[in-house]
Structures are given as C-alpha cells and as structure tokens.
C-alpha cells in the first residue's frame, strides 16, 4: 500500500470541518471518517488530529459537547456552528480556486 | 464578523483562563477515549492486545506533548505566565522582608512625593476651567503701546457687545469689596459687579433663581444681587425663602435673586456677591477714557478661531479710534485665552518643581535598584538552575520586572496615603499665591498617574537585574566559589551612586539659590521703615458718607481718634500700600501741554495720601514739604513726587513749583510742592519692567465726585511700637464711636505684607528644599549601601591586606576613599549640569535676586555638604572594614 500523502498544510481545517458539517463527531471518529472516505489516501496523525481540533474550536468554527456513550463513558462530540458553515464555504472556495491554478499549471504541455 | 466571532470564542477564552484544571482533566479524558478506540481497532484487526495497545499509544504520540501544543493554542499562556510571575515574586518578597520593606518605603517616598506634586501641577495648570466648553472662554483686554494689557472701558465694551459677530456672547465684570451691613453682622466681602449675560457666558448654572436681566443692568434698575453659596448658608440658613429677601451693601438694599452654587470661582478673588456692572459709579460707566478695573469675557462663536476674533475686533477698534480720538487713540485690542489668565506664570514654576520631584524618584529609583543589584547576586544560582532547567532569558527578565512592578505598585499604595497628605501640606503652605488652588487634590487623574509612573519606576530600576541577569553565565554561578558577576554589579552600583549625588547636588544648589535670594531680598532696604507698622481697612457706615464734605469729616474724624490710642506715634491714610500688590498708574504730563494720545503718554504711580503718610512710613523728605491739612478742595491743588521722578523728569530744573497733571480724567495741573525718597512700591526686587516714577497727591484734595470712589478704597497705616494684638482691640472700639456697623478688617503688620511679597520665591524654596532634603537623605543612604555591600563583597580582600600588614587606618582610609571617589564624581557631574539647568531655566533664573545662576559660594557650600554626608555614610561600613579579623575572613572562601 502506497504510504498516504501527507497533508497539505492548512487543508486539514478544511477537511476537518467539512467532515463535521456531514455530521457531529467525536474526534476518533473523524479521523476514521477521513481515512475511509478519502479511500485511505488521506489520514491525519493522532498527534495532530486534537491540536487541530482544540484550534477549530478556539477559533469558534466548531463547538464541542459531552455526550454519554456505552459503557458509561462520555466521549466528546465536535459540531459545526454558524460561523464555522462560513468558513467552510470560504476555504471551500479557496481550494477551488488553489486546485484549479494547480491544475492548470501541470496540464500545460511540456516544450 | 468580530463581534460576532468573540461572542462565540469568548465563554471558551474565559473558561481555559478560570478552570484550567477541569479543562487539562477533559483533554486527557478525550485523548484516553481515542487510545482506547484505537487500541480495539488493532485488535479487531487480529493484533494481540498488548501490542495494540503501545502502538495505539505511539500513534497518538507524547499524550502530554499534545496537551501541551493544545494548550498554546489556547493562547491565554501569555495571561497565565504572568499570573505565575506573580505568584512567585509575593512568595520571594515574603521570604525576604527586610529588602522588601526598605524597597517599598523608599518607593513610597518617592512615588508620593512625585504623587502630591502631580496632584498641584493638574489641579492648576492641566485640568480644565470648570466652566462649559472652557477652550471657547477668552478674556478681552485693551492694550496701548506701553501695557500688553489694560482694563476695558465701559463705553467701548457696550459699543462692542453690540458689533463683535466672533463672540456667541459677551459680558464685563469689576471686582469690589462691599461692607455688608444685613442681615447678620457687618462684614467686608469681595464682590463681583457682572453684566447680565456673565454667567450665560460662561455656561455656568446657579444654583437658585437666575442672572440679572437687561433692564436690571443700568443706571437706576432695580437693585438686585446674587449671592454666593457661603453668604446663603450662612446668612439665610440655605433656605429657598432666600430669593426676594434683600441684602444690605454698602448702605443700600438689594433684593436676591439667586444663588450661585459652591463650585463656581471665577478669579484670584472668591466673590461673596455679585452686582449689577451697570449700576457702578457713572464716572467710570459713562468716560470712554476711564480704565478702572473692567474686565470682559467673551465665548467664541463654534468654529470662530482666537485670531479670526482678534482681526474682526482690531477692526472694530480701529473704527472706534476714529469716532473718539480723545479717549481711545492708540488704544487696541488683545485676546487671550481665559486659561492663560487664570493660570498666569505659576505654570512654569510648577513644571520645574515637577522636574526637582522627578530628580527625587529617580534618585529612589537608584536605591531600589542598586538593592535588587546586591539581591541578584545572591539569587545568581537560583537563575543558573533556572535557565539549566530550560526557561529563556526572556522567561527570567519578565519574572524579575514582575517582581520589580511589584515592589513599585506595593510602594504606590503606601505612596498614595503620603501624597494625600503632602498635598495637604503644601496648600497650607503657600496658599494665595497659587490659582485654582481649590481645584487641588487627589483625583482620578493623579490616580491614573500614579498608576503609570509606578509601573514605568518598576520597569525601570527593574531593568537593572534584568539586564544583568540576561548576560550572566550561568555555568560561573553554578561553580561552588561563584564570585563571576560582582565585578558588574560594582560598576554598575557605583554608576547609579554618582547619578545620585549629581542630582542630589543639582536640587541642593536650586534651592540654596532660592534660600540665598530671600535672604538678600529682606536686606533690601524698601524705601521706608517697615518695622512696627501695622495696616487696616474700614468699612466706614455709609450714613456717615452720603455727601462728599461729610465722607471727609467723618474719615478725619475717625483718623483723629485713631491718633489719640496711646502707643500709636503716627496714622493717615493711603490708598496704595507699597509692596503689597496694589496701585494703578496713569498717564502724566508737566506743565501745560496736554499730549495729543494719554494712551502713549508716560507713566506714573500715584498714591493718594493723608498729610501724616510720610511720617508714619518713615519716608525721608529730601526737598520742599509734604501736605499738611491746609491742603484742602479749597486751596490750589499739590503734588508730591519722589527722588526717581526728580532724577528722571526734571534732572536739569528745580521740580519745585513745577506743574504736574495725570490721569485719564486728569487731576491738575498741580504745583509740585516737595520731593521724597523713593519707595519700592511693586517689588523688593525692583523689576525694571515697573514704573518707578511715584508721586503723591493729597487725599483731601481729591474732588467731590471721585470721594465715593476712591475713600473706601483706603488703608489706614498706623506705626505704633505695641503688637498688633495689643493696639487692635483699642483700635476698633475707637472706630466704633462712629458707629458699630463698621467692619475692620485686612488687619496685616507690613512685616506681614513685605514677606507675602516674597511668595513667588518662598513657595518654590518650600518645595525645593523639601524636594533637595528628601534627595541628601536618599543619597546618603544610598551610598551607604553601597559601601557597605562593597565592604562586605570585600572581606577576603580586606583579610588578605590586613595580613600583608595594612594598619586599620589604612582599611578605614580605603573604604572611605572609596565612598568619596564616588562623591566626587557625582559632584562633577552635577555641578555641570547644574550650570547648565540653571541658566537654561529662565523661569528659575527669574526668581532669583543677588544671587547669580552661577554663584561659586553656593557650589562650594553645598559640595562640602555633600562631602560632608558621603564621609558620614561610609563611616559605619568603614568602621566594620577595619574590625575584620584576617584570620576570620581568611578561612571563608
């Protein structure tokens, strides 16, 4: 299997939020949400993932709450909030915008 | 978008600040959730459990790093870190209380003092006038070419009030004392006639009632009166039945029509009652040329400028000049800002008074950090631990400023409580000669200064350990016989020692200067004889004054008696005590020709004087005669004039029987009949910028229609060899036989007057010398901290000499030596900046008199002071030097 790509830096917000705006999650749960959709292609290191997190939420794109979960755990649900809907629409655009110049410059022909 | 995003961040900020615990536990319970998830996703996989569960906990990586970088994106470290310092610096202060208690007394002192100073400088000169929009008040004077400044007459204000378009509004004013008669004892009070529309101007509400109207603004308007809030409680027991009760003034009823609330001052002089201006004398209202004590404010229209107003007025001036060349030829105008007025020079004195404190805290400033500087060094290892152990250099600077700011806001604190009382103090020094001294006190302002210079203080003697904890090499101090960074500490001890005695040096010489000044101004021999003479006001009943012949029997009368009292040798009458910060002058000329502009024309001083004035003064006569009581309306008028008049105007000619006339509604031509020495009528000092022509014209001769005018405006003078307490009470029952409605009162022995008239130097000496006092004692402390921690750093040196033989002198010689190396070099340096300060500041070159910026017996006398403190400050830790055992000090590595 090749070794997944490591993240592009500052896309892991985007990701993130997008993957939260499907539907809340506690933090184990997204990085498994991110690994199976992206195919394998894309996973985001435990060491990362929280720091990631903690930040969405300092910045208030994300808010987070203690539900009960078996065993008598509680585990920590992440959620979108209003802000955060904007923002992913922002860096939305941006990455489309990023992606496309990308895209276009690669699909020049070569002299 | 920002608003909105705090709202949302902010409970969380707020949290991660008050609950840190909880916020740590609920991360670490999130991180365990993920590893166990983790952990049974691997054995799901087939893993075995052990297994599974190191590689989940290597997957996540540092669990603890991860706290950590969460933590810092919390971003409040920066909050929590200081909290820490905090903490830290109170338990290091604790552990050492004596250094924190000297730190915080000597930080009190100087903060306090910096504090009351403050406190004056804001009060007088910053905030501002307590009237509405206070930057829109100016005061309009006239002016010719001799005086920037003169009073306004009555005729051009009215021509003016109707023409000016800069001013929204304008409105005159006339300080008089009034002797008030009923209700309740009588009483002289300073009064205020004021035009209607005086307070509007200001935008000053009263208290009760309301301003005089137009109708009541004029000859023969009802008499009505405002009344301060003083006179109210305690005339009318601050009743609101006050209003249309009447007051009785000068013999005549006014009825009250407000009230003006405690607050309101407006001038040098606290006005008890306030008149209409319209209803004063007609002599001054109705000549365009009289000058006689008018003032006028005016507010500026919205977005009129002063000098746009200037133009238009000089303009409508102008266009007076040419209708009344008589009265108003070279006459202008001069605006200036109602602040300025108010606050005069006392400005500048109080800046440089604010400057002398400043030289006091820093040299506080020196004491606390040379103290910090001698505590660092011990505290060297526990830095080189730290910085081992990983905390920045930035860490260890920002924990020793925070400790410092400490020290500097626990000084604060105590600081406060002694400016209160410094304030206290200062006022009751020197009271009158300050302006708004009634806006003086510890407010908001001088809080927040307060405030700012104690942290500013702390950062700044804070800066010394940190900067040198910043260079230290750690691996030096670590070293059991550490001795690495004495060698900078002594430098820069010795540094902050010197600045020291320089500073102390530069306010010692200030305020000898002073000191020196107001000895050689009572050397100064006034012209007369100040001692035993005694000065007085009466408030002669108005029943005995209605006409002009009888105001003049009444006032010889009460004179006679007067000079009956045993123990009085002589008495008369003047209306202008020299010295005393009275007296007008007035345009003259000789012979007959009166000159085309009495606004260009020279000037004298006049005084108008009973007969016995000169013998009561002990003025010398040096030709001719003074007045006697043939001297009357019925016989041809006389002058007198003194030696600088003589000197000035008639060095080539006899001046007796010369012709002198002066005024604007001029008195003569009149026969000068003697000449006598001159006396010094406006200052010890004799400012050139005064006229010292004087002259003297005889009180019974002033003509009928200036009796009610100029008689109450008189002082008595009596010159008896009995104490005032012991003649006064003879006096007033004598001036009750006429009736006991009359006030006596401005009751001041000439010694009195003559040392009032040195206020302008003996407030700032006050101060200064405080001020330099404060400094000797600081620096003298100072240096003998620093000689002791020397002596003490210096003991295995001292052990060693004294072995190689040196004798206890020798040690005692060397430390002392030391102490005076030290003072020396801050005499140096002081003495230059001294010599530069003081001819630099013209505003204290000003004060002085008989003594030069630069006068070598002050630097000499003040050196040897200082030398004298320094020898004495080295004299314990000298004493300790020479009781080293060697042998002691030998074995202590």
Request: charged letters at 20%.
């Amino acid at each position: 299997m090749s070794k997944p790509s490591d993240l592009v830096q500052g896309t892991l917000d985007l990701l993130l939020l997008k993957i939260l705006a499907l539907e809340p999650l506690n933090g184990y749960a997204v990085s498994l949400r991110l690994k199976q959709v992206s195919g394998d292609v894309l996973q985001v290191s435990d060491g990362s993932l929280y720091p990631a997190l903690h930040k969405l939420e300092q910045e208030g794109w994300i808010t987070a709450e203690w539900k009960p979960t078996e065993n008598n755990r509680r585990a920590k649900f992440y959620s979108l909030t209003r802000l955060g809907k904007k923002q992913l629409e922002k860096e939305s655009a941006n990455w489309s915008r990023l992606s496309a110049a990308i895209s276009n410059i690669v699909k020049l022909k070569e002299a | 978008m920002r608003p909105e995003h705090w709202f949302y961040t902010l409970p969380l900020r707020l949290r991660s600040l008050f609950q840190r615990n909880q916020v740590e536990q609920e991360l670490g319970e999130e991180l365990q959730y993920h590893l166990e998830l983790k952990t049974k996703e691997y054995v799901a996989s087939g893993m075995p459990i052990e297994e599974a569960r190191r590689r989940a906990r290597r997957e996540i990586g540092g669990i603890e790093q991860s706290k950590e970088i969460c933590r810092d994106t919390r971003r409040v470290s920066y909050i929590q870190d200081l909290l820490q310092d905090l903490g830290f610096g109170l338990r290091m202060l604790r552990n050492s209380p004596a250094f924190a208690l000297v730190a915080i007394l000597t930080l009190a002192l100087g903060i306090g003092a910096n504090t009351a100073m403050f406190s004056v400088v804001q009060g007088v000169l910053l905030a501002p006038l307590q009237y509405f929009q206070p930057d829109r008040l100016v005061m309009v004077w006239e002016n010719n070419p001799r005086f920037p400044r003169v009073w306004v007459s009555y005729p051009n204000f009215r021509d003016w009030q109707r023409s000016a378009h800069s001013f929204q509004q304008m409105a005159g004013g006339m300080d008089q004392g009034v002797d008030l008669t009923g209700p309740g004892a009588p009483e002289h009070i300073n009064g205020k006639q004021i035009s209607a529309g005086f307070f509007g101007t200001l935008g000053v509400k009263l208290l009760l009632g309301r301003e005089f109207s137009f109708e009541e603004d004029r000859q023969g308007g009802t008499a009505v009166a405002i009344i301060s809030d003083r006179l109210w409680r305690s005339r009318f027991d601050g009743s609101l039945e006050a209003l249309g009760k009447s007051v009785t003034l000068n013999g005549v009823d006014y009825i009250v029509v407000g009230v003006v609330s405690s607050g309101f001052n407006f001038g040098q002089q606290h006005a008890d009652v306030y008149t209409a201006l319209g209803r004063s004398d007609p002599l001054i209202l109705n000549d365009r040329a009289a000058h006689g004590g008018i003032f006028s404010i005016a507010r500026l229209q919205p977005g009129e400028t002063l000098a746009r107003s200037q133009a238009e007025m000089n303009t409508i001036q102008n266009g007076l000049d040419q209708l009344y060349p008589d009265a108003n030829r070279d006459l202008g105008i001069y605006i200036e800002p109602l602040k300025q007025v108010v606050v005069g020079d006392a400005g500048k004195v109080l800046l440089l008074l604010l400057g002398a404190v400043g030289f006091v805290l820093l040299i506080c400033c020196a004491n606390v950090a040379n103290l910090l500087l001698a505590r660092s060094a011990a505290r060297a290892r526990e830095f080189a631990v730290r910085s081992a152990l990983g905390a920045s250099r930035a860490q260890m600077a920002r924990q020793l400023l925070t400790e410092s700011v400490l020290l500097s806001l626990a000084g604060a604190v105590l600081g406060l409580l002694i400016a209160v009382f410094g304030v206290k103090s200062v006022l009751a020094a020197v009271p009158e000669s300050l302006p708004r001294n009634e806006n003086v006190g510890v407010n908001a302002s001088v809080l927040l200064f307060t405030l700012g210079a104690s942290i500013a203080v702390g950062i700044l003697f804070g800066l010394a350990p940190a900067l040198k904890s910043w260079n230290a090499d750690p691996q030096g101090s670590l070293k059991e016989g550490g001795r690495g960074s004495t060698g900078t500490h002594h430098r820069a001890q010795s540094g902050l020692v010197i600045v020291q005695m320089a500073l102390t040096l530069v306010l010692l010489v200030g305020a000898g200067q002073l000191f020196q000044t107001i000895q050689r101004l009572w050397d100064v021999n006034p012209g007369f004889d100040t001692q035993h003479l005694i000065t007085f006001k009466v408030g002669v009943s108005h029943s005995l004054t209605k006409t002009a012949s009888s105001t003049r029997i009444a006032y010889q009368q009460l004179i006679e008696r007067i000079r009956q009292i045993p123990g009085v040798q002589a008495a008369d009458f003047t209306d202008t005590v020299p010295l005393s910060g009275q007296g007008g002058t007035m345009p003259f000329w000789i012979g007959s020709q009166k000159p085309a502009s009495l606004q260009g024309a020279p000037r004298l001083a006049m005084f108008l004087t009973g007969p016995d004035f000169l013998r009561t003064m002990g003025i010398p006569l040096l030709r001719g005669r003074f007045f006697t009581s043939e001297d009357t309306t019925k016989s041809p008028c006389v002058m007198v004039i003194d030696s600088v008049f003589a000197h000035n105007y008639f060095s080539d000619r006899d001046p007796l029987d010369q012709t002198l006339s002066a005024g604007f509604s001029p008195v003569g031509p009149c026969r000068i009949v003697g000449v006598v020495g001159h006396v010094k009528q406006w200052a010890l000092d004799d400012s050139s910028t005064y006229i010292q022509n004087l002259a003297y014209f005889p009180l019974y001769q002033d003509p009928d229609q200036w009796v009610p005018l100029n008689y109450p405006y008189t002082t008595i003078v009596v010159r008896t060899s009995l104490d005032a307490a012991t003649v006064m009470p003879s006096v007033k029952k004598a001036v009750y036989v006429g009736g006991s409605d009359q006030p006596v009162y401005n009751i001041r022995t000439m010694q009195q007057i003559v040392s009032e008239s040195m206020s302008s130097q003996r407030f700032p000496l006050i101060l200064l010398g405080a001020f330099a006092g404060l400094a000797l004692l600081l620096a003298s402390i100072g240096i003998y901290g620093v000689i002791s921690y020397s002596v003490t750093q210096r003991v295995h040196e001292i052990g060693i000499r004294m072995a190689l033989g040196a004798e206890k002198e020798d040690v005692f010689r060397m430390v002392v030596g030391h102490g005076l190396r030290l003072a020396f070099a801050g005499l140096a340096i002081g003495t230059a900046v001294a010599l530069i300060l003081t001819r630099m500041l013209p505003s204290f070159s000003r004060l002085l008199y008989g003594v030069g910026a630069s006068d070598p017996t002050t630097f000499v006398t003040i050196s040897v002071v200082l030398t004298a403190a320094a020898v004495l400050a080295c004299y314990i830790p000298a004493r300790r030097a020479t009781r080293v055992d060697p042998i002691v000090a030998l074995r202590y590595e």
